[in-house]
């Protein structure tokens, strides 16, 4: 087989309502939020950048300007930190700089799904292959998740999918794997079906917010078809392809946190709070205080 083609290219879906989080989202997105002191739109990025991706698009809606604004170089506040000799300040800017002409945002006019969200981004996609990263789910890993399925798609080619075990009767929520071979780390995906009842569940391996696809998916997505939920599923138009490029799910390692919803955002506030030397002690103290 030869090498499936490099994968430079991420969209980050960031065109969600927030609606988990009100009051605090009314006027700042969702993926503004911070885990400590990054978004959690930076966390996405620099995991992206670390499994290689050089061009990012966001899909976003009304009111998400400030994502842009966040990439964009602050003038006035990077020379005030300079005339300060702010060194350390300027030095925690840093990530947020990104190269010129490598950040577009689309918008998203109507909330009709991530597939929609994706074909959105068909004139950025065009013939190459991308990932998908869902900046509400986090993962806490030694190796970035997405380098992870980078390092299986550079052995497999065509789509790879971060899965993770759920307990089945929370199969409904997610979309699900019919699985062929499976080794333990990499799973061949027979089937895809999108929040299935329990019963109906093939499996309870789930798909996670990271994916990387081939441009094979946008003829399906194009004919914006619904399914769960009256949307255009991704799950779907993923389905479609099996059997006509490599599906593979790889058992990622690491720590998910479900960040769009309030108790997977407070534990990953906890986790990543705890990597930090200088915060780890003082963390573990007033955690004392609260759960004894």
């Known amino acids: 087989m030869s090498s499936p083609k ?34 959690l739109i930076q966390y996405a990025i620099d995991e992206a950048r670390a499994a290689g991706i050089e061009e990012f698009c966001l899909i976003t809606g009304r009111g998400k300007d400030s ?11 990077e020379s005030t930190l300079k005339e300060r000799n702010k060194t350390d300040c300027l030095n925690a800017l840093a990530p947020s700089a990104i190269k ?7 918008r998203q006019q109507e909330p009709l799904g991530l597939g ?22 986090m993962v806490r890993a030694p190796v970035g998740c997405l380098k992870q399925l980078v390092d299986a798609y550079n052995e497999t080619g065509g789509n790879v999918v971060a899965v993770s075990e759920v ?4 199969t409904s929520r997610y979309g699900i794997l019919d699985v062929g071979s499976d080794n333990g780390h990499l799973v061949e995906v027979k089937g895809l079906v999108e929040k299935p009842k329990p019963e109906d569940a093939p499996s309870n391996l789930s798909i996670i917010g990271r ?19 009256g949307e255009v599923q991704l799950t779907d138009a993923m389905a479609k392809m ?42 573990r103290e007033f955690l004392k205080r609260y759960v004894g």
């Open 6 to 39: 490099p994968l430079r290219k991420a969209v980050l879906p960031v065109a969600g309502l927030g609606t988990r989080f009100l009051p605090a989202t009314k006027a700042m997105p969702k993926e503004m939020l911070p885990v400590v002191d990054k978004p």
């Open 67 to 77: 994502l842009i604004d966040y990439f964009d170089i602050a003038y006035e506040l």
């Open 100 to 106: 010129a002409g490598s950040l577009i945002a689309v």
């Open 116 to 137: 929609h969200a994706i074909w959105c981004a068909r004139t950025f996609i065009g013939n190459d292959p991308f990932a998908i990263l869902l900046p509400d789910d």
């Open 167 to 170: 307990p089945r009767e929370h």
């Open 211 to 229: 994916y990387i696809l081939t441009a094979d998916i946008m003829p399906h997505l194009g004919k914006l078809e619904r399914g769960a939920g």
């Open 242 to 283: 099996i059997g006509h490029v490599p599906f593979h799910g790889v058992r990622y390692e690491g720590t998910r946190y479900d960040c769009g919803d309030k108790l997977g955002f407070l534990e990953a506030q906890i986790a990543f709070a705890l990597e930090r030397p200088e915060l780890a002690d003082g963390v």
